[in-house]
C-alpha cells in the first residue's frame, strides 16, 4: 500500500504530495459536498460518489484543456485519484447562474427556474466559519484576495467554462441552472496565469432534468425541467463515463 503524506483534506476531497515537484494527488470521497456557497445540485452522499466524481471531473476538465481553458488536471490515476497541478487557490468561490434558483429566487423573489437575461457571475469567500458569505469586487480588491486583472480573467474564465458545460449539458438533456469553480494561480518563469482548479462534478452543479414530459391538457406535451434522480449516475451513464466497476479503493497510508 503506497505511503503518502496528506496535504489537505476537505469535505470530499484529500490532497497528498504528487510523484514530481508541483503536481498533488486528487483523491475523491464519497461523503459531503463541497461547497458552501449556495449553490447545489439534489446532490448527497452516496455509495461510489467519488468514483463518478472522479470520472465526470476528468471528464468536463479534459474537455475545457481542449478547448483552451486551462485547469489543473494532468491525468486520471486510477478509479478514485486524479494527478493535478499545483496551484495557489484564491480565496474565492465563483459562482455562475443561468437560471433563478436556490437563494436567487428566495431572496429576491425572482421564480425558480426563470431564464436569467445573461449569465451572472457572483462571488463568495472562502471560510467555512462565516458560512462563506457573497462578497463583492470592491471587498475582494480592498483586501488584497485577488486584483482587478485577476477578477476580469476570472469572469472571462467562468463564462468559457459556462458556455462549455451548458452545451455539453444540453446535448444530454440536462439543464445547467448554476454551478461553483475555484480558481488558482500558476507560475510559468516570470509569468503568472489563472487556471481552473478543484473539480467539476454534481456536487458543485445545480442540475435539472430536462428529459420528463408532461402533458399540460392542450395537447401538447413538453419537457419539464425537474431533478434528476441518482444525479452522480445518471449524468455519468448520459456521458458514458459510467465505471463499468464500482468499487471502493481503500485510503493510502499516511505519514506525517
Request: hydrophobic share 40%; with cysteine.
Amino acid at each position: 500500500m503506497a505511503r503518502r503524506k496528506k496535504v489537505y483534506e476537505g469535505k470530499t476531497k484529500i490532497l497528498y504530495d504528487g510523484p514530481e515537484p508541483g503536481t498533488l494527488i486528487q483523491y475523491f470521497k464519497d461523503e459531503g459536498i463541497s461547497s458552501e456557497a449556495p449553490v447545489t445540485s439534489e446532490a448527497k452522499g452516496t455509495e461510489g460518489k467519488g468514483v463518478l466524481n472522479n470520472r465526470l471531473s476528468e471528464f468536463f476538465m479534459t474537455g475545457l484543456n481542449s478547448i483552451g481553458v486551462p485547469t489543473h488536471f494532468i491525468k486520471r490515476l486510477n478509479m478514485r485519484e486524479q494527478l493535478v497541478r499545483m496551484a495557489e487557490i484564491l480565496p474565492l468561490e465563483v459562482v455562475v447562474r443561468n437560471f433563478a434558483a436556490g437563494e436567487l429566487s428566495t431572496k429576491l423573489g425572482i421564480p425558480e427556474g426563470t431564464a436569467l437575461p445573461r449569465p451572472i457571475v457572483e462571488y463568495y469567500y472562502k471560510d467555512d466559519r462565516l458560512s462563506s458569505p457573497m462578497v463583492a469586487e470592491e471587498h475582494i480588491v480592498a483586501f488584497g484576495w485577488a486584483s482587478q486583472q485577476d477578477l476580469d480573467d476570472v469572469v472571462a474564465l467562468a463564462l468559457r467554462v459556462n458556455d462549455f458545460l451548458s452545451g455539453v449539458m444540453m446535448g444530454v438533456g440536462v439543464r445547467l441552472a448554476d454551478f461553483r469553480i475555484e480558481v488558482g494561480r500558476v507560475w510559468e518563469g516570470d509569468y503568472m496565469r489563472l487556471i481552473i482548479a478543484d473539480e467539476i462534478s454534481p456536487d458543485n452543479c445545480r442540475l435539472w432534468d430536462m428529459r420528463p414530459v408532461i402533458d399540460r391538457g392542450d395537447g401538447q406535451p413538453v419537457a419539464e425541467p425537474g431533478p434528476m434522480a441518482d444525479v452522480y449516475t445518471e449524468l455519468a451513464r448520459r456521458l458514458g463515463v459510467l465505471p463499468t466497476n464500482v468499487t471502493h479503493s481503500p485510503k493510502p497510508t499516511l505519514i506525517n
